[in-house]
């Protein structure tokens, strides 16, 4: 028979490229509806403080404006309760009565948070009436750390009692009574940033009055969940709510998970019966999107005198914010449950616990809970490695999990319990093959020298990268009449090139030309059901749903067939193009196509897959101005399976580069009063494209997944989860002589000249 | 206050509001959306248009300030059937892409840079660059993709000579 | 984050703008090239009632070089400065400067005047223009004045413009073709405002000793400033390591920085210190 060459794994150019390159997508503010009008939010100026009163009435009466609404006009239509922000990853009850409300009721908890909706004629007009809306807040002491909501001075909800909003314990063995060789303790921190998407959020409401439907149209991420959360928050039967999908500029986790507007823009379309749009704005986005990160650790380290690592335990202080929202506990739970990451370290014991603050809500970022719990271990490791005096790469290699332990079981987690385990891997390896391809021999002479006024400095640390979460996924395939094959699936596209990814699959499967396969994605009016993207599932749980749909396609084409050649199904085989033969005989689709044959399927996933990896860093350090220069960066990840090259080199690529941001610039600064000083892109500082040159990065498929058909692994965030250890044990190598040991990010220029200022080694600069 | 402008080489006068952003106008009284909005605070670059030969920030300008100016956005990069141009071509090549978002402005930034310097060194290209913001490539395609295609910028090129504008 | 309401003028002439803008009772603002007052408008963190916009006054374009120096029009664009070879020969550490400027977006737009009449204590040309003793033109409802860069900038986004002055051109004097310069910043990423900035250019007699040195420096302060102690330690000694060093000792002590969310007063001194010496490096001819 002959086949077609194999689509996947080779470097497919993007189908998505086209409309992109040439101003033809459809963003969703692209989108104009006659008639439609435009919201505008009033946020709360005071990060804590009763609210006493909302007055609207000046507002109501400015130009072109066609609504105002507050917490009580929202109520009103609600028999007398706003509604709220239902989590949606791991919801237990004791985290529901401090999921935040679509607006602020009776008390405001951070600056941003949503006051009152403002619908006008025009976006500025909406603005200069949302100016005109006065509100009194009584001021309360604002929580803006940890150590503040710990000590409880200031609660922020009656209920619970205490500013603690869980505490999530991951075990396993005997940490606690461990003993060994070697102990040290240590505090490390990581501040708050998150991923801010180059679109801000935003979404346009259509409520249909007639047929009692309401259409949204900007969802993204999770399009079947929103709609069940919007349509349960708005009393709608479910199929009266749909979720539409168009192109979607980036997530990072933080994108499409459920937020108050999406609720208040809805609100506003259907109390007014005309469509409204609100797109956030970048004060909005830097202010009220989901933030992430911020977390301080204090974790103690027990190892043999040879390296071998016998236990981790200590704590995790998470900056949670001012309410649990959708995806808010997912950084706080990873940290503790992926806190070993690829080592072999029979005994842990971590208390992460979630404490609020009157600051933004956190949710997810690439790599949630993963980038924090590396920088943690990767920098406990190297300070283990020096104290031993073992090379920092030889400690890692004994404690590597080794690919005879697989699959290799994490620590258990509660509220509720949940472990994991790491399903495959050659991690030696593959560290190997990292610093080969770094050129870690050919560098490691530079290591600790000062070279033109700069030291030199070089790291390596190991990763793994949890991918396909969620447990299902659906997809329908319809063979038309033209001879095209139609997949719709559940997963969504953030920009992640999924329509390339899934296309390859499903050419190979049938045995088709790329052109001829159509995948249309996430807007709930394709499927009944479906799940989404995030936590690096769409590749293995979107391609292998795609993969199922392919061979209950083929199975209903070879009924048919049969059927037309009067034989069993079973004698029937595919060749290329969809022509069935069975002996001599030959059918072609076109002799099926009106058949509108079809199928639905779903795909169901018990286990995530743990795609892993080595990054090195080579750094130069001014120890005069505390600037970093990186010289060289180098990621590899084994993804199982390698779709494309190309994209899967762009994934870590870019995450690498936002991993880099997070080390050296992106803060979410407040001050005292709970203020968030970094509110515009010139203080929230994104790289820019002279600030890392020279990142690499290659994805290799070498241990495919046991777990799905395709093998492979969802790799999206294994870019960045790695950065923050790596370049930071870069920089202390470098600065050895100094005795350097920074244990904070931002490593900003003057965060590491001050630590060089106060460092007792410190020779003579 | 009326408005007469040359976008992509076709005329049109507008009536529009002085506190009318550039940007806004070309999207939403011209609704030509391909020019994105990323912060209106004159950062990221998105909104990057090519008023006059130079590109500039279509947020930090108003509309009112381009009456009479020629304008180019992405739109008019591609040529009438849509055949991607050569610096189009080599970031789909690069992959120098991921959401798009930014894109338009990226190409907007690269093309004004090779008409004005087909020369440009890989390090003035991420120089230039450094003036858009992208969240999703690492810039590195980016750069890559803009430095290939300095070739079609050559004063002798044909695409060069092709595309007047 | 949309504009708040406002009318727009589009002048003809100088005395028009300073009419209207003395007609306004300080309601109107004054846009040229608009990179830094669009983006305060956006935030509404001005609203002003009236844009007077320069961008007709042909009068306030343009670049000229005499024998008394460089004169740039208000309306002159950095990238019209980048552009040009004659700056670049009779003003390189303008040129320089002008290259650290935002972005290159930002730059062809970005204008001279506004850079001054915004006065951002991080910005280039204040520093430049205080740096050079360069003299500011500038026409109100009652004429014209001429004001001393050193007596133009009162403090940060403040100057001894009149409410119903505009700014016409900025004069430097004449630059020998023989001086010695460096100008060096230090900024989070390409393109941001300065952490702290210092330019520096001195002239020196036939047995290679300082004189006539000028030292200014931005991001450190209320406003640029020169750095009088630094500048009379430099004179009649040579450029040396040693010499660098020890001014660059002088320059931390003179600089009055404060703390921000960007960098604190300590670390900006530290930098100044480097940056000078690094300038010094640069004038002795030691290009990197």
Redo the contacts between chains.
């Keep these: 028979m002959k086949t077609r060459p194999q689509i996947v794994g080779t470097p497919l150019e993007r189908i998505e490229d086209h409309r992109l390159l040439t101003g033809k997508a459809r963003f969703v503010d692209d989108i104009h509806i006659e008639g439609m009008l435009h919201a505008a939010i009033v946020r709360s100026p005071v990060a804590h403080g009763l609210l006493k009163g909302v007055d609207t009435q000046v507002a109501r009466r400015m130009p072109g404006v066609h609504g105002v609404f507050s917490a009580e006009d929202i109520a009103r239509d609600f028999g007398g309760v706003v509604p709220r922000i239902a989590i949606r990853a791991i919801r237990i009850p004791e985290l529901e009565p401090i999921e935040q409300w679509a607006i602020a009721t009776k008390k405001v908890r951070y600056v941003g948070e949503p006051i009152a909706v403002v619908v006008a004629d025009s976006p500025a007009e909406a603005e200069d009436a949302a100016d005109q809306v006065t509100f009194e807040i009584e001021s309360l002491e604002p929580v803006t750390g940890w150590r503040q909501s710990a000590a409880g001075t200031s609660p922020l909800f009656d209920l619970p009692v205490t500013n603690r909003a869980i505490t999530y314990t991951a075990i396993k063995g005997n940490a606690r009574d461990c003993q060994g060789a070697y102990t040290r303790k240590e505090r490390f921190r990581v501040q708050r940033h998150s991923g801010f998407p180059m679109e801000t959020r935003g979404l346009l409401a259509v409520w249909e009055s007639n047929a009692q439907r309401m259409t949204v149209y900007g969802a993204a991420k999770v399009p079947f969940f929103a709609r069940r959360t919007l349509a349960a928050a708005m009393r709608l039967p479910l199929d009266a709510v749909d979720m539409i999908e168009v192109d979607v500029g980036g997530s990072f986790g933080m994108r499409g998970e459920f937020y108050p507007e999406d609720f208040l823009v809805p609100f506003a379309s259907k109390r007014l019966n005309r469509p409204v749009k609100w797109i956030e704005d970048r004060r909005e986005s830097l202010l009220g999107s989901n933030h992430s990160r911020e977390m301080e650790s204090e974790l103690e380290i027990v190892c043999e005198a040879n390296g071998r690592v016998l236990a981790l335990r200590g704590s995790v202080a998470v900056d949670a914010g001012a309410y649990v929202r959708a995806a808010g506990v997912i950084p706080g739970r990873f940290v503790a449950l992926m806190l070993s990451g690829p080592y072999d370290i029979p005994n842990i014991h971590v208390e992460s616990v979630l404490y609020l603050t009157n600051k933004a809500p956190v949710g997810t970022y690439r790599g949630p809970g993963l980038f924090e719990a590396d920088f943690f271990r990767e920098r406990l490791f190297d300070c283990a490695a020096r104290d031993l005096g073992i090379d920092p790469v030889q400690f890692r290699r004994v404690n590597l999990v080794e690919e005879s332990q697989m699959p290799y079981r994490l620590a258990t987690l509660d509220f509720p319990e949940e472990t994991d385990e790491l399903d495959s891997g050659n991690y030696r390896a593959t560290l190997d093959q990292c610093m080969r391809e770094f050129g870690w021999q050919e560098k490691i002479g530079l290591q600790g020298r000062l070279i033109d006024g700069k030291y030199n400095g070089l790291a390596v640390g190991c990763f793994i990268d949890g991918g396909a979460g969620g447990l299902k996924e659906h997809a329908r395939i319809e063979l038309e009449n033209d001879g095209q094959v139609t997949v719709y699936v559940g997963s969504a596209s953030v920009g992640q090139g999924l329509v390339t990814i899934l296309t390859q699959i499903a050419a190979d499967a049938l045995q088709l030309p790329v052109e001829r396969i159509r995948i249309l994605h996430g807007s709930t009016t394709y499927l009944k059901e479906g799940v989404g993207s995030g936590y690096s599932r769409s590749t293995v749980m979107g391609g292998s749903v795609v993969l199922l749909a392919v061979e209950e396609l083929k199975r209903r084409m070879r009924d048919a067939a049969a059927k037309k050649l009067g034989c069993s199904p079973d004698e029937i085989k595919f060749e290329r193009d969809l022509v069935m033969t069975a002996g001599e005989k030959k059918l072609g689709w076109e002799q099926l196509g009106s058949l509108g044959l079809a199928a639905e399927v779903e795909f169901v996933n018990h286990h995530h897959t743990f795609a892993y990896g080595a990054a090195a860093a080579h750094v130069a350090v001014d120890p005069r101005t505390g600037k970093v220069d990186l010289i060289d960066y180098f990621t590899l990840e084994d993804l199982g399976r390698v779709i494309n090259p190309l994209t899967a080199r762009g994934q870590a690529v870019g995450a690498a580069v936002q991993g880099l941001g997070g080390v050296f610039l992106e803060n979410l600064y407040y001050d005292a009063d709970g203020q968030l000083l970094s509110g515009t892109l010139a203080d929230y500082m994104m790289p820019t494209a002279t600030d890392f040159p020279s990142v690499r990065a290659e994805a290799i498929g070498l241990c495919p997944s046991p777990h799905n058909p395709l093998g492979a692994k969802g790799g999206g965030e294994g870019g960045v989860i790695p950065v923050g250890g790596v370049i930071v044990n870069a920089i202390a190598a470098a600065l050895v002589t100094m005795k350097i040991d920074p244990k904070e990010l931002p490593l900003t220029p003057e965060a590491l000249w001050s630590l060089i200022q106060s460092a007792d080694g410190r020779s003579s600069v | ?1 009326l408005v007469t402008l040359c976008v992509n080489g076709e005329d049109s006068t507008t009536d529009v ?3 009318t ?1 550039l940007v ?1 106008f070309l ?2 009284s011209l ?16 909104c ?1 248009v090519i008023v006059d030969g ?4 279509s ?4 509309a ?2 381009a009456n009479g100016a020629e304008i180019m ?3 008019g ?2 040529d009438a059937s ?1 055949n ?1 141009s050569p610096l ?1 071509e080599a ?3 690069h ?1 120098a ?8 402005g990226v ?1 907007m ?1 690269a093309h004004a ?1 090779l008409r004005q310097e087909p020369n440009a060194s890989k390090e003035r290209i ?18 890559d993709a803009i430095f290939e295609a300095r070739s079609s910028y050559q004063p002798a090129s044909p695409a060069t000579r092709a595309r007047g504008r | 984050m949309k504009l708040p309401k406002f009318d727009y003028v589009e002048p003809t002439t100088a005395l028009e703008a300073v009419t209207l803008l003395s007609q306004s009772r300080g309601l109107a603002k004054v846009i040229a090239g608009g990179q830094s007052l669009i983006p305060t408008m956006a935030l509404r963190l001005a609203q002003p009632a009236l844009l007077i916009d320069l961008r007709h006054l042909e009068s306030l374009r343009g670049i000229a070089v005499d024998e008394a120096g460089l004169r740039l029009g208000a309306m002159t664009r950095w990238r019209e400065i980048q552009d040009s070879a004659e700056v670049l020969d009779t003003h390189p550490l303008l040129v320089e400067a002008v290259r650290h400027i935002a972005h290159y977006q930002i730059r062809n737009r970005g204008t001279v005047g506004g850079s001054l009449a915004h006065a951002d204590p991080a910005a280039e040309l204040p520093c430049i223009a205080v740096t050079c003793g360069a003299s500011i033109r500038v026409l109100g409802i009652l004429g014209e004045r001429e004001i001393l860069a050193d007596e133009f900038f009162l403090g940060p986004l403040a100057t001894a413009l009149g409410d119903d002055e505009i700014i016409l051109e900025v004069r430097f004097p004449r630059w020998p073709s023989s001086r010695q310069w460096g100008f060096q910043e230090f900024s989070r990423r390409q393109g941001d405002f300065a952490l702290a900035g210092v330019a520096i250019f001195y002239d020196t007699d036939n047995s290679g000793r300082l004189e006539n040195a000028h030292v200014g420096v931005f991001g450190v302060g209320q406003c640029a400033t020169r750095l009088s102690g630094v500048e009379s330690a430099l004179n009649g000694r040579t450029n040396t390591i040693s010499v660098a060093a020890e001014v660059a000792r002088l320059a931390a002590a003179e600089v009055t920085p404060s703390d921000d969310l960007h960098a604190s007063a300590r670390y900006r001194r530290a930098l100044v210190a480097v940056l000078l010496e690094r300038a010094m490096a640069l004038a002795r001819g030691e290009r990197a």
């Design positions: 206050m509001l002085p506190r952003t806004d999207r939403h609704g030509m959306t391909g020019t994105h909005v990323g912060c209106e605070h004159g950062v990221c670059g998105a990057t130079d590109a500039v920030r947020c930090l300008m108003l009112v300030q956005t992405i739109e990069l591609a849509a991607l189009q970031f789909h090549r992959h892409l991921q959401c798009g978002f930014c894109t338009p190409l930034t840079l991420r120089e230039v660059i450094s003036g858009n913001l992208c969240r999703c490539t690492g810039y590195m395609p980016i750069v």
